[in-house]
């Protein structure tokens, strides 16, 4: 396949004049998909036709395909050129981007933008998959809304401190100089923090916690520092949680707060692998960050899966 060069867009206008119609959009899809040539999605071994049309065919199952199957963009009606400006949007915007915004930006119904965002989402979690390694943070947050806000009959009693009666947890793995993963997770017990720790993170590296009992375990299997935040302790000497504790400040909560105001429990784990996406790509360029989610989109995504049905 002929390769395309697109330029690098630093701005709406830039990306504007590389994406100027749907066959701009079609052939940088088919550039991010297929660099060394077609690939049949129903039998990758098989010849190729081009039809003309902008369609291919398989020619040893006789179907017809584009460079929308099997990707993120099958199945929906929505041109490419709209898709395009929702990656691009949600890439760059600092602070994230609402559904309710989206939709007025590319003119779309506040369902089908809804819908959108969540299947980019997918993409995120396939972005920076390497095990952290180094010196990592660990600590929790706890996402919901404030007892003292509440109105005395919805008030929860002992909902205080690393309490989750009305609140989702989410465990923080900061590498320091590299990159996050967070993971919702049921509770913040031993059982509960042990298992994502070990699933993301190399047993060369040296945690750096609090005082918390959920990281007993892990203090055994790796080498651990610690700070007593109980005693008033947050920084001695190089053991410090003070990384990921900005995270949860400047690209989480304030993000929840100011555009989402609400996050559901059922689709928090898309929302944090937004921010994490966020903070390991703040140092690359909006290409470079828009390129990163053209090129995981090769996952079928439904509605239902969206809803969980």
Same mark, same amino acid.
């Given at each position: 396949?002929?390769?395309?060069?697109?330029?690098?867009?630093?701005?709406?206008?830039?990306?504007?004049?590389?994406?100027?119609?749907?066959?701009?959009?079609?052939?940088?899809?088919?550039?991010?998909?297929?660099?060394?040539?077609?690939?049949?999605?129903?039998?990758?071994?098989?010849?190729?036709?081009?039809?003309?049309?902008?369609?291919?065919?398989?020619?040893?199952?006789?179907?017809?395909?584009?460079?929308?199957?099997?990707?993120?963009?099958?199945?929906?009606?929505?041109?490419?050129?709209?898709?395009?400006?929702?990656?691009?949007?949600?890439?760059?915007?600092?602070?994230?981007?609402?559904?309710?915004?989206?939709?007025?930006?590319?003119?779309?119904?506040?369902?089908?933008?809804?819908?959108?965002?969540?299947?980019?989402?997918?993409?995120?979690?396939?972005?920076?998959?390497?095990?952290?390694?180094?010196?990592?943070?660990?600590?929790?947050?706890?996402?919901?809304? *404030?007892?003292?806000? +509440?109105?005395?009959?919805?008030?929860?009693?002992?909902?205080?401190? $690393? @309490?989750?009666?009305? %609140? /989702?947890?989410?465990?923080?793995?900061?590498?320091?100089?590299?990159?996050?993963?967070?993971?919702?997770?049921?509770?913040?017990?031993?059982?509960?923090?042990?298992?994502?720790?070990?699933?993301?993170?190399?047993?060369?590296?040296?945690?750096?916690?609090?005082?918390?009992?959920?990281?007993?375990?892990?203090?055994?299997?790796?080498?651990?520092?610690?700070?007593?935040?109980?005693?008033?302790?947050?920084?001695?000497?190089?053991?410090?949680?003070?990384?990921?504790?900005?995270?949860?400040?400047?690209?989480?909560?304030?993000?929840?707060?100011?555009?989402?105001?609400?996050?559901?429990? *059922?689709?928090?784990? +898309?929302?944090?692998?937004?921010?994490?996406?966020?903070?390991?790509? $703040? @140092?690359?360029?909006? %290409? /470079?960050?828009?390129?990163?989610?053209?090129?995981?989109?090769?996952?079928?995504?439904?509605?239902?899966?969206?809803?969980?049905?």
């Amino acid at each position: 396949m002929e390769k395309v060069n697109f330029g690098a867009f630093n701005s709406l206008y830039d990306f504007f004049e590389a994406f100027p119609n749907e066959e701009a959009c079609i052939a940088f899809l088919e550039s991010k998909r297929w660099e060394n040539g077609v690939v049949s999605p129903y039998d990758p071994t098989s010849k190729v036709y081009h039809r003309g049309d902008g369609n291919y065919r398989c020619k040893n199952t006789g179907k017809n395909f584009n460079v929308r199957i099997g990707t993120i963009f099958e199945g929906t009606k929505l041109p490419l050129r709209k898709w395009f400006m929702a990656i691009y949007l949600i890439c760059n915007h600092k602070k994230s981007i609402s559904a309710t915004q989206l939709a007025k930006d590319i003119s779309v119904t506040l369902k089908t933008s809804w819908f959108l965002l969540h299947k980019i989402r997918r993409t995120f979690h396939r972005i920076h998959m390497e095990k952290l390694d180094g010196e990592v943070e660990l600590d929790e947050t706890f996402v919901g809304g *404030k007892n003292k806000n +509440r109105h005395a009959n919805k008030k929860v009693k002992n909902s205080q401190g $690393r @309490s989750f009666k009305d %609140k /989702v947890p989410v465990l923080g793995m900061l590498q320091r100089g590299g990159n996050v993963i967070c993971k919702v997770v049921t509770d913040t017990s031993v059982k509960s923090l042990t298992a994502p720790i070990l699933k993301a993170v190399k047993r060369t590296a040296t945690l750096f916690t609090d005082e918390w009992c959920g990281y007993d375990l892990v203090r055994k299997l790796y080498t651990t520092k610690m700070v007593d935040h109980g005693k008033g302790l947050y920084v001695v000497g190089d053991a410090y949680t003070n990384s990921i504790e900005g995270f949860w400040g400047n690209f989480c909560k304030r993000v929840v707060n100011a555009i989402y105001n609400w996050v559901s429990r *059922k689709y928090m784990q +898309r929302y944090f692998d937004e921010f994490c996406f966020r903070y390991n790509t $703040r @140092s690359v360029s909006n %290409k /470079v960050r828009f390129d990163m989610v053209i090129s995981n989109t090769n996952i079928r995504v439904t509605q239902n899966q969206i809803v969980g049905k």
